[in-house]
């Protein structure tokens, strides 16, 4: 057996990911792997409990739980996975603070990315509805009610008023159901906060494309929820699904149209980006393993679980996409991981499910466990009782039983967390010395010089040559924006200075739509190419530029002509 620990990877820090780390922790010595897991948060999410964040029944931290506490002995990093060479082995994580991409090579790959909420195809969906599957989603929702609620009890316009207390929650199967449930329960109990608002009636409206809502139960228990919903004055449309909206109605596959202001929507999903274009076999556009989880082609190397893999257990039926198969696949999957390290057999898939639950919110539920169906309250404390067990760490358990007591005895909060959303398109203030970017950095943004000097330096075989020096309304790092590779100078502040930073997604939007923005740029890096280097960023009409000195930075008035053209 080879002496040098194999490097394992881990992509994504959900029940998967985070389960399988656990695993392999338990399983493998430190001299025989190491371990590292990325995640674009440092914390894992407990979805299940996720909708309770909306009625406040759960405080907000409370559903998370740190994977750094979680895998001890995994090396976590909290970036975005952008690309994954399969061939290669070898994974590009997103830059940090310094602009540049990692590049971590593997011997063993696990891929555990989940889903998206996909919106392909229906448009107005990406602007105006939202989805509802992370932290943030959820704090957002919560807020986004708040608001309607607040804007409701001012408004007279009795038709906008009607707009902002409708509620439209795409999908009927487990999410779409606990959401509405936990929304209507929120809403419910906060109107008679506002004074407006006590006898103002609501509407809320389910919109499931199959026949009944919760296909994943048994009909009785489905027909059970459906009657405790529609009881509660949940409308619910079966056989009908979205198609669009705008940002005053949603719009559905039969034509209907509801008017309304609040759009969540918990379907269709799809693969994340990054595996999209993966280079794989895919079965019902997901990733194709077999029975032992191995990526089909990549056997013994890469392995797929969770919502982003097609997986068949031995018995040959479709595994769903939960989080109690998750578990399961991630301790199969490690299992067969040690096994390659070690050259020992593997195993393969063999879980069944152990039964279904659903909250009604309010006190009710429907469970289904070992084929036993219970109903109401009793189930609503089956589902309490069983998902708190299985949250990891006694410290979220304590925590999470404090909050639900504290919600039977008090209003829920109505505080709303008002999250400051800055546009991206920032000030930054440089002293004389600091670096800009370097030469090699991530062409991540353009900057605007609105006061000061900056330097354009090239460096080779360690000595570094002054190419140009940028003044106040130059421009300069659309190179290798434009054509999306590392900056070939390093820019480094000659003087005080500040300058207006403009990232790569705020560029691109703006250069669509506004086709003149990006003319001034794609003109100027055509110019500063077809000048080559060293005279790489030489424009000869350059008026910001000191004179003299060869420079490639365009004049501020030109961005300002091209920004607000007449
Ligand atoms: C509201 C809701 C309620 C649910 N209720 C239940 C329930 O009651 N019972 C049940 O069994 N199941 C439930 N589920 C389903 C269950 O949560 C999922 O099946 C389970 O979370 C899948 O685990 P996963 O690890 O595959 O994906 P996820 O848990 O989604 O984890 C994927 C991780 O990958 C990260 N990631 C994705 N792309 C990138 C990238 N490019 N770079 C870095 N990180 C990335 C994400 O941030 C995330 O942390 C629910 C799901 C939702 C949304």
Redo the contacts with the bound molecule.
């Keep these: 057996m080879s002496t040098v620990p194999k490097q394992i990877l881990i992509?994504?820090?959900?029940?998967?990911?985070v389960y399988t780390a656990r695993h392999l922790e338990k399983l493998l010595r430190p001299e025989e792997a190491l371990i590292t897991l990325?995640?674009?948060?440092n914390y894992?999410?407990y979805?299940?409990m996720?909708?309770e964040i909306i009625s406040g029944s759960i405080g907000l931290t409370n559903v998370v739980s740190l994977i750094r506490r979680l895998c001890p002995r995994t090396n976590l990093i909290m970036?975005?996975?952008?690309g994954i060479d399969l061939n290669k082995q070898i994974v590009t994580i997103s830059p940090g603070f310094r602009p540049r991409q990692l590049q971590l090579p593997y011997d063993h790959l696990v891929i555990?990315?989940?889903?998206v909420t996909n919106f392909h195809g229906m448009p107005g969906m990406i602007e105006n509805a939202m989805p509802?599957?992370?932290l943030a989603d959820a704090m957002a929702l919560r807020n986004h009610l708040i608001h309607v609620l607040e804007e409701a009890d001012v408004e007279d316009a009795s038709e906008l008023r009607r707009q902002l207390l409708t509620f439209v929650v795409g999908g009927g199967g487990?999410?779409g159901v606990?959401?509405m449930a936990e929304l209507n329960d929120f809403v419910q109990s906060v109107k008679r906060n506002y004074l407006r608002l006590r006898s103002e009636p609501h509407r809320r409206v389910i919109v499931q494309a199959g026949t009944r809502i919760l296909p994943e139960m048994c009909e009785t228990l489905a027909t059970f929820a459906e009657r405790i919903l529609r009881k509660r004055g949940v409308e619910i449309i079966l056989n009908d699904r979205l198609k669009a909206a705008t940002s005053e109605k949603a719009i559905l596959q039969s034509g209907k149209e509801i008017s309304c202001k609040t759009l969540i929507s918990?379907v269709p999903s799809a693969l994340?980006p990054?595996l999209q274009s993966l280079d794989c076999a895919k079965e019902r556009g997901k990733l194709l393993v077999d029975t032992a989880l191995e990526l089909r082609g990549y056997e013994g190397r890469v392995w797929a679980?969770?919502?982003?893999a097609s997986i068949k257990s031995v018995a040959g039926t479709q595994v769903p996409?939960?989080?109690?198969?998750?578990v399961r696949e991630a301790r199969t999957a490690a299992i067969n991981i040690a096994a390659a390290v070690r050259g020992c057999r593997r195993v393969e898939f063999r879980f069944e499910g152990l039964g279904t639950?659903g909250s009604l919110g309010h006190g009710a539920a429907v469970a289904e466990i070992f084929g036993v169906k219970a109903s109401g309250l009793l189930a609503w404390f089956l589902w309490r009782g069983i998902?708190l067990m299985k949250m990891p760490g006694l410290n979220r358990k304590v925590r999470i039983t404090a909050d639900w007591l504290l919600h039977l005895l008090f209003p829920p909060e109505l505080a709303q967390t008002k999250l400051a959303f800055e546009s991206a398109i920032r000030n930054q203030h440089f002293e004389a010395g600091d670096v800009i970017f370097r030469q090699g950095d991530l062409g991540d943004s353009v900057y605007v010089i609105e006061d000061g000097e900056c330097e354009v330096l090239c460096e080779r075989k360690g000595e570094r040559e002054l190419l140009a020096t940028l003044g106040r309304g130059a421009y300069f790092g659309e190179m290798a924006l434009l054509s999306d590779r590392a900056r070939s100078a390093t820019l480094c502040a000659r003087t005080a200075m500040d300058v207006l930073i403009i990232p790569k997604a705020d560029f691109n939007k703006l250069r669509h739509s506004v086709p003149a923005f990006g003319n001034v740029f794609t003109e100027l890096a055509a110019r500063r190419a077809e000048a080559g280097s060293p005279h790489l960023f030489a424009d000869p009409d350059m008026p910001g530029a000191s004179p003299g000195v060869p420079t490639g930075a365009s004049d501020g008035n030109s961005v300002q002509r091209a920004l607000f053209p007449h």
């Design positions: 992509l994504g820090g959900g029940f998967a990911g990325i995640n674009r948060e894992w999410v979805q299940p996720l909708p970036r975005e996975v952008e555990a990315l989940g889903n509802f599957r992370t487990f999410s606990e959401v918990t994340p990054v679980l969770g919502d982003c996409p939960t989080a109690q198969h998750a639950f998902y």
